[in-house]
């Protein structure tokens, strides 16, 4: 990556800010227009006693809605999420924070293509080739990895081949006290890996959770195997295990991290620098959606460059319109990037007030 | 600020996850410690032969020998800690300031450790019954005419420690001499003294692969337990109750201890009142063997009399003080809330908290230079006396004395109170 100057630097962030602003505007022209909207957001603006077709016009101005629900994505009916201008098209739900109770629910027609072809685009043909297959071990059920990782060996030109892992029952089964249980369970996947793994020597890029790598690579060196990239994510990574990761598990493979969720999308790792020590540093697809710092106390307040706050999510998609939404993660908020020259995310953990007790499983 | 790594077979490792311990009386940052990753531990783990191999060179007389030179260093020599270094001085005040206990209290486990370590031939002796070492270095030997052979049966001994107190390091020591790794995984708030005596065996010449020392969550602990062929955890009943049945792994804690009259010796208790007083306040009641219960058929009104006058003057002093008897509590919201439990018990009645008249009324929790500090006091209760647990029904007519300080039994309650073995 070429050195950026800082007035380069600058020059580039109010140019994404532009593009940004303008987004905005024509997503919420599309979600209010009652042609196009969906019946959730055209309903919702009927207590507003503004257009927000008129009143929004920059970014900024979407705290005009306030803050995003959690709630109004439990329970249905999902269909009054789903745009009218898709009403005709195949219509996929894809869900989060299903441990207990009832989980989120998000429609999907196009967008976790259109995510997951946007970071394809960011990894490097070396490490990840066209045309490899690819082993997925993770979650899959109601999870949009279950179509979005297919999706991106596709999209390369390789073929995915799965093991599923259903984190609830890992979690149910440590909460029981049955550790030996999910232990078994984890096993059970594993296995499943290594044979695949073994048996396609066209497999040569994995995805998979952080503490099934661990488990793999326990077993099998992935370099020897022929794996030449690996696609992490799914649940929180600490900067100790990256580096774990790098310096131990994986011989020189290549590693990518990456944050994403149902809601928002796929967040893009930062390029590993010495400086940043193994941070794990993310940027937010935009301006299909924005990842802010906030302070817990005063979600209005962005907090500054290295300060830590409660992460808010905006996405801005034609599918989906979720105007800052408090997560249930932490972070620091980190300064724009040449390649990303907007706000990104520094060592994403789950809220700490929200921490009461933590499962720690295989997933 | 001070930094603990990891040992990764002897090897330091410093971590990228850290844990920030306070100075309990400052409540500023004090010391920093090495977090492993569970992925680290298992990775180690799974090659423990080599780390065997070095301590298996030896002859059982050598690590003896090595133990005892060990002893000297851990108690008077300079020895890392991390990057800087330490002196058995700065030791016992970097016990003191993430543990609470007094300076005198870590300088007298100290010694407890050293003791263990310097008579490492007699210890060896008592757990081998005076089995001939040369059969611990042949794998057979000769016992009363016997053939008898020995069979290291782990690679390594995984323990799990507690933050407590420092004594119950000496019930790891012997592994050294037995030839058998160690893999050690300190309590939150003790990281110092298992550090010590692993530095202080390396500089004695032991093997550095010998010493894996893994500050790391409740996961990778039970990751040690898991992978090492033998075992040991201190803790509450809750943190240890998932190894009570596993035959590898050796459970201490969570105390409980007590002190029981026969009928024959109950009318001498005058004779006892020094080991009573002994049992429950000795290293500030800290230890899984302070007493938290006397049981007795007869004079409990009299034991109890006499027990609180000598509480009664037991109180807060300086962590320097040579006198000092108590430790403050860290979080000084735990002591009121422990107090809270007694009286919540002493309200269902049948049971009276003899200090409390000594005391004038004043609440058994003190405040003093910054910290909270629970007095010690008894509890008279009959033995059927509601919620003042523990009480055995074995023994008739009995009266039952149970003193409400550090050790009482209605700590049972508290999940986030520990006594681990020790």
Known sequence: MPVVTTDELQARVEAARGRLDAHVREIVAWHFDPATGCDFWLEHAKGLGFDPREEIRT??????????????LRGGPVRRWVPRAYQDRPVYVFETGGS???????????????DYEAFSDTLPDEAFPRGADWLQVGPTGPRRLRLAVEHLAQHRGGICFMVDLDPRWVIKLLKSGQPKQAEDYKRHVVDQALILLRAHENIKCLFTTPKLLEAICEKVSLKKLGIRGVFCGGTEMTPQFHRFAVEELLDGVEFRPTYGNTLMGLAVGKPRLPEDDYAIIYYPPAPRAMIEVVDPDQPDRVVGYGETGRVRLTTLTREFFMPRFLERDEAEREPPYGLY?????RNVRPFSRFQTTVVEGVY | MLHIPLLRKGKEYKSLDAVRVAHHRTREPFVEISQANVGLVRRDLNEQESARRTLAAFTTDELIALSERAAKIFAGDELPVGDAAQTPEDYVAQVSATTCLPFVMARRNMEKVRGVMAEMRTVLNGLTRNLPFDALDRGYGEVAGQTVSFFPRALSLGVVLPSNSPGVHTLWTPSVALKTPLVLKPGGAEPWTPYRVAQAFIKAGAPREAFSYYPTSHAGAGEILLRTGRGMVFGDAGSTSQWRDDARVEVHGPGYSKIVFGEDCADDWEKYLDVIAASVLDNGGRSCVNASGVWTPAHAEEIAA????RFASVSPRADDDEGAQLAPFADPRVAARISAIIDEGLALGGARDVTAELRGGGSRVAEWGGCAYLLPQPLRAPLRAPRLPARCGRMKDEDSLDHGGRGADVLRELPARQRPGG
């Open chain 1, 59 to 72: 970014y900024e101005d979407l705290a005009l809605l306030g803050e995003f629900q959690d709630e109004w």
């Open chain 2, 306 to 309: 006499s027990l609180a006058e």
């Open chain 1, 100 to 114: 207990t109770g009832v989980p989120k629910s998000r429609i999907n027609v196009e967008d976790f293509r259109i």
């Open chain 1, 341 to 345: 020259p907007w706000d990104g995310v």
